[in-house]
């Protein structure tokens, strides 16, 4: 809710709709400043003096004795907090459930209030924006690994065919069809992809109980990385066939050579 | 009258560069019968190894025609040529190209194993070729483990294993002492008598070749009937 009003007022009004009953979780109350939002009650640190607002009464010089991990403040049994005036740029409410959105509007609107009231969807543009930003990193890194994935694996199998081209002429003079041999070096290519899947994901599942027990960080809030199953299984996928058809190319050159150019050389 | 397992009408082997043409084989026909063991010598650049090429469907004429087996093996596509290699002709070449990874009984079993015999078969065949050759007591040892003259020797084994109509060799003792290079031309005239193997070897050397039944001589791409041995 953006506006420059009373919320006193609006806390009144609020509690009507019986959506401020914790301070943590339905009611998160936002300095006077604009671009100093203050998330939560993270900004108020212990020895702090705050409003509370509770029942339509206001309580002044609150000092906030301590706030737990939780950040939950004692010092005041208000149900409401804020830092210095009763002026407040923005306020964001917690309703008890999603899909709930309209119906509160609707019955704030009804309560009288006329600031402008939007849903969460127009503060987490923002978020969805980063997400979107960190999705794309994501998948430009993800490419550039697989293509990395591929020119290795095409590296090797040239190299391991352009070293074995004189073998190769002479299983081919014996009689060993052509198609044994591209097999031979496909299977090779796909036991390489095979095991760089295992070995990613063994590190990943590393990264990922780590990342969990230790989020990272962020403006928004703490960060864990999630790798579905699905995703899991679709990406191991695209990267064994990648080496697959990584192998595929050189082995087929080697296979397809003149036998007495790749037994003598030509 | 006995039919002949090669007969080679007007062979042809032309190298082209440009306009230049070079002819490494130029009119080139003989026969051979099954059993024979046939030496192809001349001097180097004579064409003697691009001959044996042909015969061994390693290499395509120009023209001429070449009948294996009562078949015209210059109609035959690619996919047939190999498998005509794989049923009815065995190599031995001069460098032995045993796979390292390999030990010498799984070397022998190889073709044998892509020709589809069940392990059984394959591998009483190469237990049995290998007895032949004389290393029945080598059968696990790895190719680095080997002599040059033990190693040609399981290559002689993995050419044999098929039991080929026709057995060529391409200088098999170049790489190989003295010693040893008389051990593998007594083994050649050995299978060549006690199981009737065709064999078509090239060589340089006028003693190995003095072992065959019979010479050929070549010199400047064609026949050299003026040698005799």
Redesign the interface.
Known sequence: MNMNTNIFNLFAAFSLLNINRNINNNVLIYDNKPNKEIFGVSSIKKGDKFYGYSCGVLFENQICTDIDKDGNIYGTSTLAIFKKENISHRILIKLPSRGLETEYIQKIKALGITEQINPWETKIGMIKQFVGSLQITNQITGFIGLLTAFATIYIIIFINVTNKR??IG?????????E?ILGSYIIQSFIYGFVGVILGNLIMQGLLALLTSHPLAMPIGDVVPLLTTTKLLTTSLILILASIVAGFFPSRKASNDN??DA?FGG | MMKNIIEINKLERIYSNGIIKTYALRDVSFNIKPGEFVAIMGPSGSGKSTLLHQLGLLDSPTNGCIIIDNEDVSKLTDKERTNFRLEKLGYVFQSYNLLPELNVIENVFLTSMAKGLSPEDYNERAKDILEKVGLKDRIYYYPSELSGGQQQRVSIARALVNKPKILFADEPTANLDSDSSQDIINLFKKLNKEINQTIVMVTHEIEEGKKADKIIWIKDGVLDLSKKF
């Open positions: 004189k073998q002479i299983l081919k003079a014996i009689g060993i069809k052509k044994i036998i007495l037994i």
